[in-house]
T-cell receptor, first 111, second 115 residues
């Protein structure tokens, strides 16, 4: 089954404790992206990648890092999480940058 | 500057009636794509419909159609014959082709279908 998976689905952590949210897709898609969703703001793009080793900043990259060492994986790293990074995070992939397939979301709470 | 504007935070529609969800956008890029996504209460994001800026005809996908008015920079979603399962958040989004994969989303409209 074609899908985008994210782990963990739910995470509660404390300020400053490094964390990684994994994202994996099995569709051999070139494009992958990370978004955060906050009430009243819709989805905002954090980072995107057009291929292995090619990443670029989106709208709200501060406080986040990504890497794309393999085509299928695109982890999101928060080196020192802060409470304002409490949000719902989505990973997405696309073959052409147009129709995006979204993962199920990761709800992160930073206390 | 806000690139995608959805002015209706919430909408109600009677089952079996049609409803229009508004979306306006702002871009100077001549080539762009417009998208609508549905987010039910379960949280997943579901792609509904896509319109390219150079497409001559309005996009349609089953009960969904996109009313594309390029001069007015609007891309409204029309849902015909609403069903209870259409109750969800709906997001309009735009991708500017010269800005690669930078996707911008609106704040969303919560649609409630009444029986």
């Amino acid at each position: 089954e074609a899908q985008v998976t994210q782990n963990p689905r739910y995470l509660i952590t404390v300020t400053g404790k490094k964390l990684t949210v994994t994202c994996s897709q099995n569709m051999n898609h070139e494009y992958m992206s990370w978004y955060r969703q906050d009430p009243g703001l819709g989805l905002r793009q954090i980072y995107y990648s057009m291929n292995v080793e090619v990443t670029d900043k989106g709208d709200v990259p501060e406080g986040y890092k990504v890497s794309r060492k393999e085509k299928r994986n695109f982890p999101l790293i928060l080196e020192s999480p802060s409470p304002n990074q409490t949000s719902l995070y989505f990973c997405a992939s696309s073959s052409d940058g147009y129709e995006q397939y979204f993962g199920p979301g990761t709800r992160l709470t930073v206390t | 500057a806000q690139k995608i504007t959805q002015t209706q935070p919430g909408m109600f529609v009677q089952e079996k009636e049609a409803v229009t969800l508004d979306c306006t956008y702002d871009t100077s890029d001549p080539s762009y794509g417009l998208f609508w996504y549905k987010q039910p209460s379960s949280g997943e994001m579901i792609f509904l419909i896509y319109q390219g800026s150079y497409d001559q005809q309005n996009a349609t996908e089953g009960r969904y159609s996109l009313n594309f008015q390029k001069a007015r920079k609007s891309a409204n979603l029309v849902i015909s014959a609403s069903q209870l399962g259409d109750s969800a958040m709906y997001f309009c989004a735009m991708r500017e082709d010269y800005n690669n994969n930078d996707m911008r989303f609106g704040a969303g409209t919560r649609l409630t279908v009444k029986p």
